[in-house]
T-cell receptor, first 115, second 115 residues
Framework: DVKVTQSSRYLVKRTGEKVFLECVQD?????MFWYRQDPGLGLRLIYF???????EKGDIPEGYSVSREKKERFSLILESASTNQTSMYLC??????????????FGSGTQLSVL | AQSVAQPEDQVNVAEGNPLTVKCTYS??????LFWYVQYPNRGLQFLLK??????LVKGSYGFEAEFNKSQTSFHLKKPSALVSDSALYFC?????????????FGTGTRLKVLA
């Protein structure tokens, strides 16, 4: 089965710190995604990527950047963490180009607290 | 622009009764529609999807959903609820005409099945 692994389950950072959230998938998926989940707001798309070195902005990219140097790894970067970035961050991956198998596989999430 | 609405924050149902979790969507083209479930302290898991064909789709754990194009709805149903179905449910849409793999999620509905 597909495994999407997020490097940390819980993370506590200070305001202004640069924060890296790492995500690795083991099924050679082309597409990878970063969402944040907040109560009452559901999942909101931050960035996604179709392929190595390719990225597209989602609905709330401000304050975030991403890196995809290898196909299996998609990193989310908070350049200068702020308290309003305290949230649950979910990484997901999916295959490209086939609707038969189209679905997202999610990691377990990283609960980030910015103090 | 794509959007998804889940009008109920919480749905309560007695064990053994049928359940419905509502979802309506808005896309400029034709939709691909999905339901995901999130159990406590877990990532999201795929339940079912509508891509094309039969409007009634069946998925995991006895769930099904009906695509209604005229009402732009994709409600999740189960004939007989179990206590173990208690979880957070998310509806998601991708606009098949957009040419992107951008998935938009609703705000989620918490299902509580009472014994």
């Amino acid at each position: 089965d597909v495994k999407v692994t997020q490097s940390s389950r819980y993370l506590v950072k200070r305001t202004g710190e640069k924060v890296f959230l790492e995500c690795v998938q083991d099924m050679d998926h082309e597409n990878m995604f970063w969402y944040r989940q907040d109560p009452g707001l559901g999942l909101r798309l931050i960035y996604f990527s179709y392929d190595v070195k390719m990225k597209e902005k989602g609905d709330i990219p401000e304050g975030y950047s991403v890196s995809r140097e290898k196909k299996e790894r998609f990193s989310l970067i908070l350049e200068s963490a702020s308290t309003n970035q305290t949230s649950m961050y979910l990484c997901a991956s999916s295959l490209f180009g086939t609707t038969t198998n189209e679905k997202l596989f999610f990691g377990s999430g990283t609960q980030l607290s910015v103090l | 622009a794509q959007s998804v609405a889940q009008p109920e924050d919480q749905v309560n149902v007695a064990e053994g009764n049928p359940l419905t979790v509502k979802c309506t969507y808005s896309v400029s083209g034709n939709p691909y529609l999905f339901w995901y479930v999130q159990y406590p302290n877990r990532g999201l898991q795929f339940l079912l999807k509508y891509i094309t064909g039969d409007n009634l789709v069946k998925g995991s754990y006895g769930f099904e959903a009906e695509f209604n194009k005229s009402q732009t709805s994709f409600h999740l149903k189960k004939p007989s609820a179990l206590v173990s179905d208690s979880a957070l449910y998310f509806c998601a849409v991708r606009d098949r005409g957009s040419g992107t793999y951008k998935y938009i999620f609703g705000t989620g509905t918490r299902l509580k099945v009472l014994a």
